[in-house]
């Protein structure tokens, strides 16, 4: 069964720093393009960013271009995302999934940007 672990949200000031983290498993992870989503209440899962198998492509919302970075650690079959100079609009659940070939949700991680 493919699982999806998202950790390291929390609440943060307008202009921080968080880093999150999703574990996989379940799939041969180094071979799917990986992307984080977040989802506001009520609307479904935005897509924010997506990396590709070998983390050497990378694609933005524009919304969190410059400000947030995905990466990937193949070994680990984890990907992150580093999200520098908050601001209120990206609270939201945080999501991450195989971009092409999703499966169920998992239980996100919360971010609340607020001073």
């Known amino acids: 069964q493919v699982q999806l672990v998202e950790s390291g949200g929390g609440l943060v000031q307008p202009g921080g720093s968080l880093r999150l983290s999703c574990a996989t498993s379940?799939?041969?992870?180094?071979?799917?393009?990986m992307a984080w989503y977040r989802q506001t209440s009520g609307n479904h899962h935005e897509w924010i960013a997506e990396i590709g198998r070998d983390g050497s492509s990378k694609k933005y919302h524009d919304s969190v271009k410059g400000r947030f970075t995905i990466s990937r650690d193949n070994a680990k079959n984890t990907v992150f995302l580093q999200m520098n100079n908050l601001n209120p609009e990206d609270t939201a659940a945080y999501y991450c999934?195989?971009?092409?070939?999703?499966?169920?949700w998992g239980q996100g991680t919360r971010v609340t940007v607020s001073s």
């Open positions: 999934n195989f971009h092409f070939s999703p499966v169920p």
């Open positions: 379940g799939r041969a992870f180094s071979n799917y393009v």
